[in-house]
């Protein structure tokens, strides 16, 4: 059962990435390159090594509070938190370049920031290790969020 959770907790996050990475590629390479970005607009490359790093965290951090966390209410809110959550990011991606919606995406991000500010505060309570893996994906998020935020802003 272990082994099962584990897997399942490192493949949906990955997952939720490959579909943002599926909706992101062609709006990438047309209308995304139209837009007025900001100079502290990363290159493209780093987004895929980053989320790839930042997914594998939230696999590990879900499956500390899925395997090792005691069972009860707080558990089972703390992991529908989290898979409620994973689908919004995934939706980001959605909005954004194939919807071709910056405005919305911004909505969309900072529903994500609120989700990850709570899913830290209930993964404290439940696994510190877990709470502290989601912290570079506050972080990053916080930056994607001034990024979207100065997208919007520019066009």
């Given at each position: 059962m272990t082994y099962i959770r584990f897997i399942v907790s490192l493949l949906l996050p990955?997952?939720?990435?490959?579909?943002?990475?599926?909706f992101t590629a062609p709006g990438e390479n047309t209308w995304y390159q139209m837009l007025e970005k900001p100079i502290f607009n990363p290159p493209g490359w780093i987004f895929g090594p980053v989320w790839t790093i930042l997914y594998i965290c939230m696999g590990i951090a879900v499956f500390l509070v899925w395997n090792y966390a005691q069972k009860g209410k707080e558990k089972e809110k703390a992991l529908l938190l989290f898979w409620v959550h994973l689908v919004f990011n995934a939706s980001w991606s959605i909005v954004f370049f194939f919807l071709q919606s910056p405005e919305w995406a911004?909505?969309?991000?900072?529903?994500?920031?609120?989700?990850?500010y709570h899913l830290i505060k209930k993964f404290f309570v439940l696994n510190k290790k877990a709470a502290y893996l989601l912290i570079p994906y506050m972080v990053w998020?916080?930056?994607?969020?001034?990024?979207?935020?100065?997208?919007v802003l520019l066009n």
């Open positions: 990955q997952l939720a990435g490959g579909i943002g990475a599926l911004f909505i969309n991000i900072l529903i994500i920031l609120v989700f990850i998020v916080s930056f994607a969020t001034l990024l979207n935020l100065s997208i």
